[in-house]
């Protein structure tokens, strides 16, 4: 089935009409408009000219049938197809540089053959999803915002082959995604990474025995948990902590050596450090996990 990209939303919110329902498991196609819901057509459309209402279109939302606030889904990612250009903006006040940019630019990439050409560099491409979530218990909660419900995340994990796993806070999750990225790192600093808009095609499907409070997402190497907080100390030490109560209730550690493995193999990483709340991400090594007896398959 496919979402087209006519329809979406800019906050996930609990009152979002649904553009369809679904029994799950499901495979589901999303077609998404670019964060800049296609504003930037040339190098002239610069950050003055955007209409910032109009920021981190979400496409959907989907409405799954006899899921129930509570309930746990998760999201595996089959294939992200870009579309050419791309296009990244510099603009005063705006990211880590902010106080070092004194003029705004707009830059398009050509995107062709598995390559961003970033000037005279090819980039390879590392198509990755920026918003994914399902809508808040409370009240909206804009697209460019990440939470324990999803969001903004801008976490580089969340790429083909990952599963994400969501905690569902209202009757029929309302799931949604968009701000799709042909290539990012870690921070995205410049508040944008290579934005495009694409293809998604997922998978959904509901997951039994496994409590989550946060986002955590599952690539072929690593499981890691999301946090999102005020400040980039108070996310990394959400995920951290989590990864630790994760470890301690499925596996036979007690928390000092849960603590200890984190230490010794683990690793503290950085989602996002531009959106209003910054992301980080505690990771584990996969087969570490698997030793453990921990079931990554859920």
Same mark, same amino acid.
């Given at each position: 089935m496919l979402i087209t990209k006519d329809k979406y939303s800019f906050a996930m919110d609990k009152r979002n009409e649904p553009v369809t329902q679904v029994d799950l498991p499901c495979k589901l196609t999303f077609e998404t408009l670019d964060c800049f819901s296609e504003q930037i057509n040339c190098t002239e459309d610069k950050i003055e000219t955007l209409d910032f209402n109009r920021v981190n279109p979400a496409s959907g939302p989907v409405y799954l049938n006899n899921i129930k606030a509570g309930d746990l889904i998760a999201v595996n990612i089959r294939d992200i197809r870009v579309k050419s250009p791309g296009k990244m903006i510099a603009a005063p006040g705006a990211g880590i540089l902010a106080n070092l940019i004194t003029t705004s630019e707009t830059l398009l990439v050509p995107i062709e053959n598995g390559v961003a050409s970033f000037k005279n560099l090819e980039l390879p491409l590392t198509p990755m999803i920026g918003v994914i979530g399902v809508a808040p218990q409370g009240e909206p909660i804009a697209c460019g915002v990440p939470g324990s419900h999803g969001g903004n995340m801008d976490t580089t994990l969340i790429k083909p082959g990952s599963t994400l796993y969501l905690p569902v806070q209202v009757d029929g999750a309302l799931f949604a995604l968009g701000d799709l990225? =042909?290539?990012?790192? @870690?921070?995205?600093i410049m508040v /944008?990474?290579?934005e495009v808009s694409g293809?998604?095609?997922?998978?959904?499907?509901?997951?039994?025995?496994?409590e989550l409070e946060n986002p955590l997402v599952k690539t072929d190497q690593v499981l890691a948990i999301i946090a999102s =907080?005020?400040?980039? @100390?108070?996310?990394?030490?959400? /995920?951290?902590?989590?990864?630790?109560?994760?470890?301690?209730?499925?596996t036979d550690l007690t928390l000092n050596?849960?603590?200890?493995?984190?230490?010794?193999?683990?690793?503290?990483?950085i989602s996002q450090i531009v959106d209003p709340l910054k992301t980080a991400r505690f990771a584990m090594p996969l087969d570490v996990l698997r030793k453990l007896g921990i079931n990554i398959a859920f």
């Open positions: 990225h =042909a290539v990012m790192g @870690d921070g995205e /944008s990474g290579v293809e998604v095609d997922v998978t959904i499907s509901k997951v039994y025995d496994i =907080a005020e400040t980039l @100390d108070q996310a990394i030490e959400t /995920s951290t902590i989590q990864m630790a109560q994760f470890l301690t209730k499925y050596e849960a603590g200890m493995l984190m230490s010794a193999c683990g690793n503290a990483q």
